[in-house]
C-alpha cells in the first residue's frame, strides 16, 4: 500500500517535469540560430576540366535553424559562438520549403555569375578562354507575400515590353518605379504574362538568370549535389576557377573567404560572418577575406585570423597574390 | 555458435507457443502499447541529441548515440511487448520471452543499424 502511494507521487512529480520538457523540447519559437560549421575545398564544388584547381581556396559556411525550440533556445545562447535572433522577415513569412528553394536558387545564381566573372577575367589573360551565354532574365528570391501571383523561382525575362538586354537595366527599371507592371514570366518552362501593382513598400530581391551556351575549357558543378546552399560562396567560386584557368598554381596556404559574387564584380554582402571566422578560426587557417562592407563588424577578430576586406573580386585577387602569398 | 543455435531454436519454440495463447486483440493491443511507453521514454532522449547536431565537432559522436538508442529502443519495445501480453494472458508469464526479446531484438536493430548506415552516408555525401 505504502509502494503504491509512493509510486503515484513519483508519477505525480515525473508526469509534470515530463510534460514542461516536452514544451521545451517540442513547441517552436520565433527565433533562428547560426553556428560555425566547417570549411571546404572549392575544387569540390566546382571543377574546371583538364585544370590544375588548388584545394587551397576554401568556402565557409554556417549551421542555421529556424524557429529553433525553447530548450535549444536557452542551450545555443549558452555558446558565444552561437548567434540567437527573432526570425528575419523573409523567413517569418515563407513557407520551409519556399526558404528551401531560396537557397537553392541562390547557390545556382552564385555557380553562374561565378563561372562568368571568372571566364570573362580570364579571357583578358588568355583569348582562348572563353564563355557564351545569355541573360534569361531576374530570377525571384523573395517577393512581399501580397504578391503571390509570382512565385519564388519564377524568372521574369521581360518588363512592359522593353526587351530589356542587361540585368542592371532591368532591375533599376523594376525597383524605381511603381505602379502596374506587365511582366512576362518563365515558371516551369510555361511563358506566362502577370500585372502586378508595384507599391512603394514593397521587397523584391532577384538574382540574375543566366543560360550558358558554351565554355571554353569545360567546367562541372559537382556542388549542385551537396546539401549546401545560399550564395556566400561565389566570390571563393570565382578565385577558384580563375586561378585554374590562368594557371596560377602557386597558392600553398589555405585561404578562405565568403561573401557574394554579383554582376557588377562587387562582392556583396553575407549573413553569419562571425560565425564563419570562428569555423575557419577552429580549423587553424590563418587568411580570411571578407567583403569589405561587413569588416567593421569584425575587425575585433582580427586577433583570431588575418581579416582581409575586398570589395571587388579583382581587388580579391590582388590581395591574394600580393599579400597573403608575398 | 553453439549457444546462438540453442536460443534460436528456443526462440522458434517460444514463438510456436505464442502464436496459441494470444489472439489479435491482444497482440495489437500490447504492441500499441509498447509502442507509445518506448516513444515516450526516448522521444526526449532523441530531441536533445537532434537540437544538439548544430555542435560541429559533436556531429559524429551523436551519429553514434543516436544508433546505440536507436538498438536500445528496439530491445526496449521487444521487452515491454512481451511484458504487457503477459498483462493480457498470465500464462505467457511462464514462456521464456527472453530468448525471443534477444532474437527479434538482435534482428530488428542489425536491420535498423544497416538503415541507419545508408542514411549516414547518403548525409555525409551531400554535406
Do not use: C
Not at chain 1, 566573372?117 to 583569348?127: D, I, P, Q
Not at chain 1, 543566366?210 to 569545360?218: E, G, L
Amino acid at each position: 500500500m505504502k509502494q503504491t502511494s509512493k509510486l503515484k507521487t513519483l508519477f505525480h512529480s515525473v508526469i509534470f517535469a515530463y510534460i514542461y520538457l516536452m514544451i521545451a523540447l517540442v513547441i517552436p519559437t520565433n527565433y533562428s540560430v547560426t553556428a560555425p560549421n566547417k570549411s571546404r575545398s572549392t575544387n569540390t564544388m566546382v571543377s574546371i576540366e583538364g585544370k590544375n584547381q588548388t584545394p587551397h581556396l576554401k568556402s565557409v559556411s554556417v549551421l542555421t535553424m529556424s524557429r529553433i525550440t525553447g530548450f535549444a533556445r536557452m542551450l545555443y545562447e549558452m555558446n558565444p559562438q552561437f548567434e540567437v535572433e527573432p526570425l528575419q522577415y523573409a523567413e517569418s513569412v515563407l513557407s520551409p520549403y519556399e526558404n528551401h528553394l531560396r537557397g537553392i536558387i541562390q547557390k545556382e545564381a552564385s555557380f553562374e555569375q561565378s563561372l562568368i566573372t571568372a571566364y570573362t577575367l580570364a579571357h583578358e589573360t588568355n583569348a582562348s578562354i572563353t564563355i557564351d551565354y545569355d541573360l534569361i532574365g531576374m530570377i525571384i528570391d523573395f517577393r512581399s507575400p501580397e504578391y503571390n501571383t509570382l512565385k519564388i523561382g519564377d524568372i521574369i525575362t521581360d518588363i512592359d515590353d522593353n526587351n530589356f538586354t542587361d540585368y542592371e537595366t532591368m532591375g533599376m527599371y523594376f525597383i524605381l518605379n511603381e505602379g502596374d507592371f506587365k511582366l512576362d514570366v518563365l515558371r516551369d518552362d510555361k511563358h506566362l504574362e502577370i500585372t502586378i501593382n508595384k507599391t512603394n513598400d514593397a521587397i523584391f530581391r532577384f538574382y540574375p538568370k543566366y543560360q550558358i551556351n558554351q565554355a571554353s575549357p569545360q567546367y562541372s558543378l559537382p556542388g549542385m549535389d551537396t546539401n549546401l546552399t545560399g550564395p556566400s560562396a561565389g566570390m571563393m567560386y570565382t578565385l577558384s576557377i580563375y586561378f585554374a584557368l590562368i594557371d596560377y598554381d602557386v597558392i600553398n596556404v589555405d585561404i578562405v573567404g565568403t561573401g557574394t559574387i554579383r554582376y557588377n564584380n562587387e562582392i556583396g554582402p553575407i549573413g553569419g560572418l562571425v560565425q564563419k571566422i570562428y569555423g575557419a578560426q577552429k580549423e587553424g587557417i590563418k587568411h580570411f577575406l571578407v567583403p569589405a562592407v561587413h569588416y567593421d563588424e569584425v575587425k575585433n577578430l582580427s586577433h583570431l585570423i588575418n581579416i582581409y576586406p575586398v570589395a571587388t573580386i579583382e581587388e580579391a585577387i590582388e590581395v591574394i597574390t600580393n599579400e597573403i602569398l608575398n | 555458435m553453439k549457444y546462438l543455435t540453442k536460443l534460436w531454436n528456443q526462440s522458434k519454440v517460444v514463438r510456436y507457443r505464442l502464436d496459441d495463447l494470444t489472439t489479435i486483440k491482444s497482440t495489437f493491443l500490447s504492441v500499441l502499447g509498447s509502442l507509445i511507453i518506448t516513444t515516450l521514454l526516448l522521444l526526449p532522449v532523441y530531441l536533445i541529441l537532434v537540437q544538439l547536431f548544430m555542435f560541429v565537432e559533436l556531429q559524429l559522436l551523436l551519429i553514434i548515440l543516436l544508433f546505440i538508442l536507436s538498438v536500445i529502443a528496439v530491445f526496449i519495445y521487444e521487452y515491454l511487448m512481451y511484458y504487457i501480453h503477459g498483462l493480457f494472458e498470465p500464462k505467457i508469464k511462464l514462456l521464456n520471452t527472453k530468448s525471443l526479446v534477444i532474437v527479434e531484438g538482435s534482428i530488428m536493430s542489425a536491420l535498423l543499424v544497416v538503415v541507419g548506415i545508408i542514411f549516414v552516408l547518403i548525409f555525409l555525401q551531400g554535406a
